[in-house]
């Protein structure tokens, strides 16, 4: 009985979250413009997408700042990674705790944060203000993949290669990094994730530019289009495709 109950549970919780999404990718592929009848299958919307040049622009925004802030916070992440391993237990302990607090904290507290921060510093509010705060998000998703690699690592490999004749920087980058490649990895695939698919500190951090979420929502805000189902079904897919590729490298990398 019990387990009958947790099944039922499971299953409408599951249709709960899910079933909206089932019926916007369906729709995505309605031929009508209305929602009330089915005008039958139809790529229309889809190559309405690709035709739109406003929805081009913000899919090239959205794809480079999520490029460029998954390299800049994987190559951050990692050293402040290695730095904190290299601590003694209390300082470490401190800047663990202060790393976590941009993960904890709503995003619309830091989006807000961030932009009284740019507009103190007088600093215009668009592309590159956007882009900062992603990578200000991001490097803490690499510094924690990356920081359970390092404690699995044997602690005499660094010295033993400081023995053999190498640098510190050598030993970092022939011995270290080989060791925790796989937590770098997932790290930057995932700063790339919630990158790809932010909409509230990107929209307190910029006035100027619009990356796809952003344009999902202005373009809501005067009534629902088909082509927002299609944009909004190709974004589902692929933040779900990147989710299960770093799913199945956290399971290979504990197998």
Known sequence: MKKTLKGVYLSLMLIFLYAPIVVMIVYSFNASKTRARWGGFSLRWYEELFRSRQIMDALSTTVSIAVFAALVATVLGTLAAIGIHAMKSKPAKVLINISYLPMTMPDIVTGVSLMLLFVFSRFPLGYWSMLMAHITFDTPYVLFSVLPKLKQMNVNLYEAALDLGC?????????????????????????????????????????????????????????????????????????????????????????
């Open 167 to 255: 640098t510190p920087m050598q030993a970092v980058r022939k011995v270290i990094l080989p060791q925790i490649m796989p937590g770098v990895f997932t790290g930057a695939l995932l700063a790339f994730t919630m990158s790809l698919d932010d909409f509230v500190i990107s929209y307190f951090t910029t006035a100027t530019e619009s990356n796809l979420s952003i344009l999902v929502y202005s373009m809501a805000r005067r009534g629902i289009k088909p082509t927002i189902n299609a944009l909004s079904a190709l974004m589902f897919v692929v933040v779900l495709v990147l989710l299960l590729l770093i799913n199945r490298r956290s399971k290979l990398e504990n197998v």
